[in-house]
């Protein structure tokens, strides 16, 4: 059956270190994938794309990587802060036009 | 959220009465999405659009239709309201395909059937 999987439900860190979230997929073939973060009571908000060909995208803080062979997606978080702390989402397109796929999502608290 | 409202916010109906949330945007956005959120399941799509009058079907349509008769606005109707459709559901907006767009969502409407 199709799976994706985000590590754990929950992760903590200091402030400060570098935050790493999986996310893993179990029979799909996606082209593409997206990550999202959501705070309580609120919708998700987009962060960013990365497309099969590209192994690895960033974004100020974060740094997003893609690895088709290993069904995986890194996402990270440097430097981290207080209010880095939400759900963070991987959604996968997995083919043509078709809408997005999401995985459960990963709770992120880093603390002071 | 800039650009697109859900409306009702919150809701409280009873069990077999027909229920309609409404979403609306202004970002003139071709696709739009509807989607519900529960404890130990995440996102799931229910209906999306890919302009007006054309839908189709996600992972958990059945007990919901939708339509849209004008590219603002994306209507979801539960025909016969049921306690396993209490749930969370977000309306998304998207200016092109999911493969080169992210995903602009509402602030959700909190349904609860009772």
């Known amino acids: 059956s199709q799976k994706i999987e985000q590590n754990s439900e929950a992760l903590n860190i200091q402030e400060g270190k570098t935050a790493t979230l999986t996310c893993n997929y179990t029979n799909y073939s996606p082209a593409y994938l997206q990550w999202y973060r959501q705070d309580p009571g609120r919708g998700p908000v987009f962060l960013l794309l990365i497309r099969e060909n590209e192994k690895e995208k960033r974004k100020e803080r974060l740094k997003v990587t893609f690895d088709t062979t290993l069904k995986q997606s890194l996402f990270h978080i440097t430097a981290s802060q207080p209010a880095d702390s939400a759900t963070y989402l991987c959604?996968?397109?997995?083919?043509?036009?078709?809408?997005?796929?999401f995985g459960k999502g990963t709770r992120l608290s880093v603390i002071a | 959220d800039a650009g697109i409202t859900q409306s009702p916010r919150h809701k409280v109906t009873e069990t077999g009465t027909p229920v309609t949330l409404r979403c609306h945007q202004t970002?003139?956005?071709?696709?739009m999405y509807w989607y519900r959120q529960d404890p130990g399941h995440g996102l799931r799509l229910i209906h999306y659009?890919?302009?007006?009058?054309?839908?189709d079907k996600g992972e958990v349509s059945d007990g919901y239709s939708v339509s849209r008769s004008k590219t603002e606005d994306f209507l979801l109707t539960l025909e016969s309201a049921t306690s396993s459709q209490t749930s969370v559901y977000f309306c998304?907006?998207?200016?092109?395909?999911?493969?080169?767009?992210?995903?602009?969502f509402g602030s959700g409407t909190r349904l609860t059937v009772v």
């Open positions: 970002e003139n956005h071709r696709y």
């Open positions: 659009s890919y302009g007006v009058k054309d839908t």
């Open positions: 959604a996968l397109v997995n083919s043509g036009n078709t809408p997005l796929v």
């Open positions: 998304a907006i998207s200016d092109g395909t999911s493969a080169n767009y992210g995903y602009t």
